[in-house]
């Protein structure tokens, strides 16, 4: 009902980012942003903290609402929808803490991924039908597939509070898949991982993007994001600083100033 | 197999237990752990706390017991009644208490079962008041009367029988791992999909109708109600059977309504101090096992399985 198609043309873009202004009593935490992601890509946003790009990430997520501004995904307008309605429409998110259910097993927690792509409710569980049993059949083989994907096949069983921080990373992702996801939103995944594992964070992300998600990150860590993406946004105190592929954002002016400094 | 010998064992404990002095506390056993069952979905699965859920036991007394009572219904008739005006009352307090969260649900929940306790003991015109209920009917199926022998234990197992399985399937299906996962974190669960807000409410009502189920059970087995039975430290009873059995654990349930029934009669022997004794007992079990009954013995288990085949490898080497 609230679907408005998008006004202007052009390439298809999965998520299209207008003008957006969000403040935090007297701080502007995000003024004038826009942007767009193609489908298929790694689209990053960087900037110093404090640029905005933990603000960005939750307005696009529907945890809170933008003052002024549109976003668009998939030609339709996202904002003011709920944060499970969005999950639904095949937007994902991971978190910048990871935030696992610690009381549940790896694969449970990759099984919860599926709620929106399964529908069995209280009387489908009460009444054990035919179909429920084979949907809970296909979630599994479903979570098995991503657990291997991400490499966390053997402790399917263990529980996920126990698993160490990089693997709980990766299963988090994990469970953002299993949503079947068109976009994938990572909130700084490279946090707290040492060198290596965010050498193969990076070549998991790469092989994401070419089962056909395309992905968002929000990051601090230039290593990463210079080497895997497509194009980067930079935000410095809430404005778009430049925007560019990684060749250009390294040669800009405005950011070597701003963010990566003078040698 | 576990459902064949938990069976079996209602079946055979109905029939070696003879004194009805023993029998009607074996009742009460099974009705309390109607209540601690749906308490524990609400509390152990899904992190929600509720400190007013006498008043949906008493919801669901009151109800038959005033139908047949006054309007000389069935009782029978008068049960798909309770629990259904019991599930509605459920549900238009569940939406907006449920946007609360931690202390401020409890006292919600508490000022709840407050209002209902007062209602219960001032409507006398329906309810009889402070001085309570008289006479109503014992159940009967077709000509067997459930008043005599075992008839009414068997009656409230066979309930409790049904309740288990219906919990058992539903944790172990995808609102199972939905409602664990509202427990766990309650953001990360909305980022999957889980409409976190509506599931709540469902599960509220879910444990008021098990509620309000064990309250027509009760109306019927004693024939008298009042008030007293349904006041705040009948809800403070029940999180206890759900805290002490084991959160999250459907036969921890059963063995925190059994613990809290029956150390009260063993405790007659300390005469004076038996409420003392009652609260170090408790106190106890939270020190030492603060996971509740079920986890820490299964978790002792555990831990003297890997020890002993630890010993044994060493033995081998």
């Known amino acids: 009902m609230n679907d408005q198609k998008a006004s202007t043309a052009g390439p298809q873009s999965l998520l299209k980012i207008e003008a957006l202004y969000k403040s935090f009593g007297g701080i502007q935490a995000l003024s004038d942003v826009s942007f767009e992601v193609l489908p298929g890509t790694i689209y990053a946003v960087i900037g110093p903290n404090g640029a905005g790009k933990t603000t960005l990430f939750n307005i696009i997520t529907g945890i809170y609402p933008a003052e002024a501004g549109a976003i668009f995904y998939a030609e339709r307008e996202i904002r003011s929808k709920k944060v499970h309605e969005l999950v639904n429409r095949g937007i994902a998110r991971t978190f910048q803490n990871v935030e696992l259910f610690e009381s549940m097993t790896v694969l449970e927690n990759v099984l919860v991924g ?3 792509r399964t529908r069995c409710g209280f009387w489908g569980a009460i009444c054990h039908f035919p179909w429920v049993r084979n949907e809970e059949q296909e979630a599994h083989q479903k979570a098995m597939e991503l657990l291997s994907f991400v490499g966390l096949e053997n402790v399917a069983q263990s529980r996920s509070a126990d698993l160490p921080f990089g693997w709980q990373r990766f299963l988090e992702i994990a469970r ?3 949503t079947d996801p068109r976009l994938l939103l990572l909130d700084e995944p490279a946090s707290g991982l040492n060198a290596v594992e965010t050498e193969q964070l990076g070549i ?5 993007r070419d089962r056909g998600v395309t992905l968002l990150l929000v990051e601090h860590d230039m290593s990463l994001t210079m080497g895997i993406s497509d194009r980067i946004l930079v935000l410095n105190q809430g404005r778009k600083l430049a925007e560019g592929a990684p060749r250009e954002i390294q040669a800009d002016e405005a950011v070597i100033n701003a963010y990566l400094g003078r040698e | 197999m576990r459902h064949v010998v938990f069976a079996l064992f ?8 003879t004194n009805p002095y023993y029998v009607q506390l074996l009742t009460f056993i099974g009705i309390y752990t109607i209540l601690a069952l749906g308490l524990n979905m609400l509390m152990g699965y899904a992190g929600q706390i509720s400190l007013g859920h006498a008043a949906f036991y008493g919801l669901g007394a009151y109800i038959s017991a005033i139908t047949t009572v006054h309007w000389n219904w069935s009782p029978w008739v008068a049960l798909p009644l309770a629990l259904l005006i019991t599930a509605l009352i459920a549900f238009l ?16 929940t508490l000022g709840f079962g407050m209002i ?3 209602l219960f003991r001032e409507w006398s015109s329906l309810t009889g008041g402070a001085s309570g209920l008289v006479g109503i009917p014992a159940l009967t199926l077709g000509s067997i009367s459930l008043d005599s022998g075992n008839g009414y234990f068997y009656l409230v197992w066979g309930v409790v029988f049904v309740c288990f399985i219906i ?3 539903i944790v172990n299906s995808r609102v199972g791992r939905a409602l664990r996962a509202i427990h766990d974190s309650e953001r990360a669960a909305g980022a999957m999909g889980v409409n976190t807000s509506r599931l709540k409410v469902w599960v509220f009502v879910l444990s008021a109708v098990f509620a309000s189920l064990a309250g027509f059970l009760y109306a019927h087995l004693v024939s008298f109600i009042s008030p007293t039975s349904f006041d705040f430290i009948v809800s403070i009873r029940i999180v206890t059977m759900v805290v002490i059995g084991g959160m999250a654990s459907i036969w921890g349930s059963l063995l925190g309504a059994s613990l809290l029934t029956l150390l009260p009669e063993w405790l007659h022997v300390f005469a004076d101090y038996e409420m003392m004794v009652y609260g170090l007992v408790l106190m106890a079990v939270m020190i030492f096992l603060p996971q509740g009954l079920t986890r820490g013995i299964l978790d002792s288990y555990e831990r003297s399985k890997s020890k002993y085949s630890r010993a044994s490898i060493a033995a081998q080497d």
Do not use: F, N, S
Request: hydrophobic share 55%; glycine share 10%; aromatic share 12%.
């Open chain 2, 116 to 118: 209902l306790y007062v």
């Open chain 1, 176 to 178: 953002a898949l299993a």
């Open chain 1, 204 to 208: 998991l992300l790469q092989q994401i």
């Open chain 2, 93 to 108: 307090i569940a939406v907006p208490m449920l946007k609360l969260t931690g202390y401020y649900l409890g006292m919600g």
């Open chain 2, 10 to 17: 209602i079946a055979l404990t109905g029939w070696w237990v």
């Open chain 2, 167 to 169: 919990c058992e399937r």
């Open chain 1, 114 to 116: 599926r709620h929106v």
